[in-house]
T-cell receptor
Framework: GENVEQHPSTLSVQEGDSAVIKCTYS??????FPWYKQELGKRPQLIID?????GEKKDQRIAVTLNKTAKHFSLHITETQPEDSAVYFC???????????FGKGTSLLVTP | EADIYQTPRYLVIGTGKKITLECSQT?????MYWYQQDPGMELHLIHY???????EKGDLSSESTVSRIRTEHFPLTLESARPSHTSQYLC????????????FGPGTRLLVL
């Protein structure tokens, strides 16, 4: 399928700092971009999503931005806390085949 | 409560055995998926279904098979388990069409000795 590239693969920040994870996609027809958080030993859970008719969406300390022209989208976490430590996956929908193409994940560690 | 369920949660089995991993959802979703994931690593799509009697192979080649006889049920079968099948298997579902959000089950951790 079409690729979704995610960077960085690992990210370590101090508590209170901001964290940014970036993804690029190749299918210009993609119009839905969810972000999932997977804590150790748990299932991936949706934390925020954005559709292509919106450039930015915010939910408390997390925000997602989308640049359709450049085909990239980013997750921003402000005032990070130790409980934000997890693996984060970005994804983009596809019109040719199955619904979502996932990035390879970013392991975020927030140290107290 | 509407959710997606997987059984068993943990399975230790010997090489050559036949196993079936169960997945059921009570959300009335048409689309269902199976992913293989080593802990904390990339999600690999191995099978998906658009609805009853629909099954397709995903990106990752897999020796498993699936069936979709009922909307709510999407079991995955390994005819002959091997140590290389040791992994976590995640089931997911989503509504059709515009709502593409996938909801994941808790996973089955499989260890083949």
């Amino acid at each position: 399928g079409e690729n979704v590239e995610q960077h960085p693969s690992t990210l370590s920040v101090q508590e209170g700092d901001s964290a940014v994870i970036k993804c690029t996609y190749s299918d210009s027809a993609s119009n839905y971009f969810p972000w999932y958080k997977q804590e150790l030993g748990k299932r991936p859970q949706l934390i925020i999503d954005i559709r292509s008719n919106v450039g930015e969406k915010k939910d408390q300390r997390i925000a997602v931005t989308l640049n359709k022209t450049a085909k990239h989208f980013s997750l921003h976490i402000t005032e990070t806390q130790p409980e934000d430590s997890a693996v984060y996956f970005c994804a983009a929908n596809l019109f040719s085949g199955y619904a979502l193409n996932f990035g390879k994940g970013t392991s975020l560690l927030v140290t107290p | 409560e509407a959710d997606i369920y997987q059984t068993p949660r943990y399975l230790v089995i010997g090489t050559g055995k036949k196993i079936t991993l169960e997945c059921s959802q009570t959300m009335g979703h048409d689309k269902m998926y199976w992913y293989q994931q080593d802990p904390g690593m990339e999600l690999h799509l191995i099978h998906y279904s658009y609805g009853v009697n629909s099954t397709e192979k995903g990106d990752l080649s897999s020796e498993s098979t699936v069936s979709r006889i009922r909307t709510e049920h999407f079991p995955l079968t390994l005819e002959s388990a091997r140590p290389s099948h040791t992994s976590q298997y995640l089931c997911a579902s989503s509504e059709d069409a515009a709502a593409e959000t996938q909801y994941f089950g808790p996973g089955t951790r499989l260890l083949v000795l």
